[in-house]
């Protein structure tokens, strides 16, 4: 602990993490948000580009916070604050000291597609055996996966982390504080080209999980069929394989429509499993859930009963029924490669009349106006009732179809539209806010 005096306070750095878990431990809830914080709460003053949580130390106490902690001693509160270099790297050093008091298995989940549906699958059914702690929405960078780290009760018995990544370096990260002993990449697409460097980027830095496993012993789930992923994977001590062929889990699509139906044919006897999910791009997904729960001795049934029960939510490959239409609403994020697939899925499905509803692509680099050019092209390779395109670099490129500058617009169209017995796609990253189009 390290005495100081600025701006004519008194206050002190804790230097000694025990110290700070200590306090931890007697008020287990941390917030970083005043709005959503509860009396003996710890606030975490962070920073940002826009925000300066310093701010917001007072309002904090005042509302019943156990404690600011605070890295500017302009905002010192004699005996409520506790004043450190850094909040963030603070808040990051709690959660791997938190991490380290635990020996339970800790399995962590990244990709460019597919990362929070496969972790949802994955808990529900870890949970139908096992006490287990998990990554809630969609919090999954520097900040939300500490704080999903500090949610972790003593009697967790597995831990499922997400982890998000926009550049390099980023999950290696991650994994100094979240330390998995299990990990999954569920692909490397064309995600955050921008950040990453390419596709190539993408592979190096979604690899990273690989490389935390590899250096530490860990085990690595990894889809067979993905030829780029069994190099990935190369010298990890553990591999356990899923796909369609060649892996000690094996499985494959029945039925796609309404809904994904999988029979598992080797590794498990859970049956047919009919899913609530839409699109065969969820294979991989539910095999992987499947993997996993096998794995862990959870018995067949209760894997094949978790995976039918689970509802994806959210704006993530929903099914909504529209009068006489069907609704597929993925408007939570795209990029090349999801847009691809769900294009490729939706073209397949049999249905008397078929809409597209897209928004533009984000974080996509010197790369973003190619990739709206390649998915313009696609669409061309299938005939459609109608083509709606929204917003970024739709916008840019000449094309035949419908155009609207963002989804309040798309909006007005759509509800001025009489659709009948259609399949409708709503489809595009979280800044188009394409869901609005369905809004009453």
Not at 316 to 334: H, P, T
Request: with cysteine.
């Amino acid at each position: 602990m390290v005495a100081g005096s600025e701006f004519g306070v008194h206050y002190f750095y804790i230097m000694n993490i025990e110290s700070l878990y200590e306090l931890y431990l007697r008020n287990p809830s941390i917030q970083t948000d005043t709005r959503r914080l509860k009396p003996g709460d710890m606030f975490f003053a962070l920073k940002g580009d826009t925000f300066n949580g310093n701010q917001f130390a007072r309002q904090a106490i005042d509302a019943g916070a156990a404690c600011a902690v605070i890295d500017e001693p302009e905002f010192f509160l004699e005996g409520k604050t506790i004043l450190v270099e850094d909040v963030l790297k603070t808040l990051q050093a709690l959660a791997r000291y938190h991490r380290e008091q635990f020996s339970i298995p800790f399995i962590a989940i990244t990709g460019s597609n597919g990362k929070t549906t496969t972790k949802e699958l994955v808990h529900a059914v870890l949970a139908t055996k096992y006490k287990t702690a998990t990554t809630e929405g969609n919090l999954n960078n520097h900040i939300g996966i500490p704080l999903t780290l500090l949610t972790i009760k003593a009697d967790a018995e597995i831990a499922v982390i997400e982890m998000g990544a926009n550049h390099r370096k980023e999950i290696a990260g991650y994994c100094e504080y979240a330390q998995p002993t299990y990990g999954v990449i569920t692909n490397c697409g064309k995600a955050h080209l921008g950040g990453f460097g390419g596709e190539e980027g993408v592979r190096r830095g979604k690899g990273e999980l690989f490389d935390y496993l590899r250096a530490h012993g860990g085990t690595a789930f990894v889809m067979w069929d993905y030829d780029y992923l069994r190099s990935m994977s190369h010298d990890i001590a553990r591999i356990i394989k899923y796909g369609t062929a060649g892996a000690d889990l094996e499985g494959h699509t029945v039925k796609n429509e309404p809904f994904l139906e999988v029979e598992i044919t080797k590794g498990a006897d859970t049956g047919l499993i009919k899913t609530k999910l839409v699109g065969d791009y969820n294979l991989p997904n539910v095999l992987l859930a499947v993997a996993i729960g096998k794995h862990f001795k959870v018995p067949d049934e209760q894997i094949r009963s978790a995976i039918e029960d689970y509802q994806p939510s959210n704006s993530r490959s929903q099914l909504l029924q529209s009068g006489s239409n069907q609704v597929i609403l993925d408007a939570y994020n795209a990029n090349p490669s999801s847009m691809k697939l769900a294009i490729e899925n939706f073209a397949r499905l049999q249905a008397p009349s078929r809409v597209l509803v897209l928004g533009a692509m984000a974080e996509l680099g010197d790369s973003s106006l190619a990739e709206h050019k390649a998915i313009i092209d696609l669409i061309g390779q299938t005939a459609w009732e109608k083509v709606v395109l929204v917003g970024g670099d739709f916008l840019k490129i000449p094309h035949p179809y419908i155009s609207f500058s963002h989804s309040e617009e798309a909006k007005k169209w759509f509800q001025q539209q009489a659709f009948e017995h259609t399949h409708i796609l709503i489809k595009g990253s979280r800044s188009m806010k394409m869901e609005k189009i369905l809004e009453p």
